[in-house]
């Protein structure tokens, strides 16, 4: 139990510090005590670490198997898409996301963070069986411009994430999550641009 609440708080840590620097890749460990065959054991892991019993998520394929075990462990809510606290999306799915809470200029924190499962995220160029983007990162917590480079997350997605968080302090976070445990934040303050290769 000692085990699992410290890797729980280094998990916390990782993706505190990959908010604050937006661009800076993390590693999480992957979890040991769930399995499910809808999201790698590193998103479960930062789903552990995320949700309690005063979170609601929504996950985009309706996995009833993940949906129960996430409850059972985490004892989080299963909500509607357009009232979730989490979001859980794999990457490359062609999805509407405009529905997702933004939160309001009073509260800006009452919004969606979305976590998102991708093929790979690496800080150099890599080969992929599918679409690489080259993704950079600018805005605070960033010194100049970021780059990192993301296999596996449909560029429609990135658009629409885009367009949540034009009118900041209204927007969406992102925890992308790679199929090693590498971590990409993207919080709602960074602005992006991207290119496939």
Sequence with gaps: MLAEVQQTQQVFRTILDCMARPGTLGHVTKAVWMHTNDFNPYVIQVVTTLFDREVTFYVQEKANSCIQAIQLLTYASYAEMD????????????IEIHCLKRGTLSYPDESTTMICQVAHISNGPVIAEEQVVRLTLSGPGIHGENTVYLSGMSTKLLAQIQDCNADYPLGLDVIAVDEIGTVLCVPRTSVLSWEVL
């Design 83 to 94: 009232q979730c606290d989490f979001f859980l999306v794999k990457g490359r799915e062609e």
